[in-house]
């Protein structure tokens, strides 16, 4: 397995070693060496940490080695060596999330598939429909032509164009199947 850090060749001079006082290893935090043997001693449980919240091996281990390198740079902040573990598996976690928060922000931002196009002879005979079908609803009767615009096109409920028209849901009724009638003659009827 790699190593995050090169091991330290000697020690600097008056930077006391974890073995020479636990005050004093505490206040200068997590050592590289703790850091190394953490990471030889966790990495797989890490890494399934990682797959848990993630999906492929690849970004399991990108995330796993990204969090010894944040923990590496950030070791004199941990000052318990005891939590470097604790540490490492938070770091795991919050970057296993911000992979997928990314994740799913590129799944938004992917540019969707254009429909299948019509044909240009298609697309002519939908023109005439539709033109054929505003002369046909400029032939209704007001309300009929009110109920109808408001309950197929504007996707209304028949009560609530019975409430925004301030007519019975009866009326509503009825003024939508003698429209539908009437468009339907019309619809039919040669040019």
């Known amino acids: 397995m790699p190593v995050i850090a090169p091991m330290p060749a000697a020690r600097p001079a008056g930077i006391p070693s974890q073995r020479e006082g636990s005050d004093e290893a505490m206040a200068m935090g997590t050592t590289v060496d703790h850091l190394t043997e953490t ?27 990204e969090a010894f390198i944040r923990v590496h740079s950030a070791r004199s902040r941990v000052r318990d060596p005891e939590k470097t573990l604790a540490y490492l598996r938070q770091t795991v976690v919050n970057l296993s999330r911000s992979a997928l928060r990314r994740r799913i922000l590129g799944l938004k ?74 468009l339907r003659v019309a619809m039919e009827a040669p040019a």
């Open 109 to 182: 931002l992917l540019s969707k598939p254009m429909p299948n196009m019509a044909s240009a002879e298609e697309g002519a005979y939908e023109q005439l429909e539709r033109d054929q079908l505003i002369q046909a609803m400029r032939g209704l009767q007001r309300r009929q032509r009110e109920v109808l615009v408001l309950r197929y096109f504007a996707d209304m409920t028949e009560a609530q164009v019975a409430d925004t028209l301030g007519i019975s849901l009866g009326s509503v009724k009825a003024y939508g199947s003698r429209g539908i009638a009437a």
């Open 39 to 65: 990471y030889r001693a966790h990495y797989r449980s890490l890494l399934g940490l990682a797959a848990l919240l993630l999906d492929d091996t690849a970004s399991c281990e990108d995330v796993v080695q």
